[in-house]
């Protein structure tokens, strides 16, 4: 059994158990249920109503949060020639080739996102355990597989965020800081959603969208009623 503390026990009791909140008043009560003394991350958490077990009702896609993710995201790109310049001048922490799979084989992973060109995927698909135990291996599913350079390192800097299901079937995604207005985070919380809900997989029937909820670093989670969102996605 989980032992919560005073503090956690006196901000749950601002929040109606079982009570799905319009997105405004969740996101304004979720500043109030904030615990701690440094800038928590806000997580958001649904949970779907698929199968996790099925391999066709897996969902993972990205989304570009318009109110940034208020994270430094460390971004590496794989690539050949040319493209590797194009990744260095558009900001990459680290781009190159067979130097940089070579460093990854021996073990360095201190990046948070990895792309990679479709030319060189071949020698990337050799880092398979490295890359994929930490869900760090490029994936054209994610766009981090792909020529457009450019634009996928700089939308990952501005906030694009990786999201997929879990064992569970719950997606849980970073949208933002407690210090972020509330306009931002009710910005970022609305474009996931509306992407999860246009991910879900052909063929899924039933309730897709079963719950939402969002919660401030070791602070209680808030319900979110997210109709409104959906029906307008």
């Known amino acids: 059994m989980v032992t919560r503390g005073k503090k956690y026990l006196e901000k749950a009791k601002l929040v109606v158990l079982r009570k799905k909140y319009m997105p405004n008043e969740a996101v304004s009560l979720l500043k109030q249920t904030s615990i701690t003394k440094f800038d928590g991350t806000v997580d958001l958490s649904i949970k779907l109503g698929i199968d996790p077990k099925r391999s066709d009702q897996q969902v993972r896609g990205t989304v570009l949060l318009p109110g940034g993710s208020g994270k430094k995201v460390k971004v590496i790109v794989i690539a050949k020639g040319e493209k590797i310049k194009e990744a260095q001048s558009a900001g990459a922490d680290y781009a190159g080739g067979d130097d940089l799979i070579e460093k990854i084989s021996k073990g360095w992973t201190d990046f948070d996102v990895a792309i990679a060109t479709p030319d060189i995927m071949a020698s990337v698909g050799k880092l398979g355990k490295i890359l994929g135990q930490k869900g760090l291996m490029p994936n054209p599913k994610t766009g981090t597989v792909t020529f457009d350079v450019k634009k996928t390192v700089s939308e990952f800097k501005a906030g694009k965020v990786e999201y997929k299901t879990d064992k569970t079937g719950v997606v849980h995604v970073p949208i933002g800081k407690i210090s972020f207005s509330e306009d931002k985070i ?44 959906i029906s307008a996605s």
């Open 186 to 229: 009710r910005s970022n919380l609305t474009s996931v959603v509306e992407a999860v809900s246009k991910g879900k997989p052909s063929g899924f029937k039933g309730i897709f969208i079963k719950s939402v909820a969002v919660s401030a670093t070791m602070g209680p989670a808030v319900h979110v009623d997210i109709s409104k969102i």
